[in-house]
């Protein structure tokens, strides 16, 4: 499986982005998808996840009601759309896929996950 991140940029603070995540294989109804993220100098942490059939979301407290991740599975395509983003946002995102079902509390473990993309740049100007 191979996964392929899109949609970084250079925003301003209270901005918005959409990254884009295209997966090779065809999906399965057991997929995960999730995105993390790495800033410089810190750990990889998670951002949002999504079941591929059925759509359910985790998302971590930090961008609670300003990131939203969602399925296309016509397009094999996973989406983050990042509203009122703010300087502590910035980070390289990456985009990755478990090819199993997680249950709920190792969802934002970057170790559950098989697959990974090449990652995409978020700054978020001051």
């Known amino acids: 499986v191979q996964l392929q991140a899109s949609g970084g940029g250079l925003v301003q603070a209270g901005g918005s982005l959409r990254l884009s995540c295209a997966a090779s294989a065809r999906s399965s109804s057991s997929y995960v998808m999730g995105w993390f993220r790495q800033a410089p100098g810190k750990e990889r942490e998670f951002v949002a996840t999504i079941r591929w059939r059925g759509g359910s979301t985790a998302y971590a407290d930090s961008v609670k009601g300003r990131f939203t991740i969602s399925v296309d599975n016509a397009k094999n395509t996973v989406y983050l759309q990042m509203n009122s983003l703010k300087p502590e946002d910035t980070a390289v995102y990456y985009c990755?896929?478990?090819?199993?079902?997680?249950?709920?509390?190792?969802?934002?473990?970057?170790?559950?996950?098989?697959?990974w993309g090449q990652g995409t740049q978020v700054t978020v100007s001051s």
């Open positions: 990755a896929l478990a090819s199993r079902y997680l249950i709920l509390s190792v969802l934002s473990r970057s170790s559950e996950y098989d697959y």
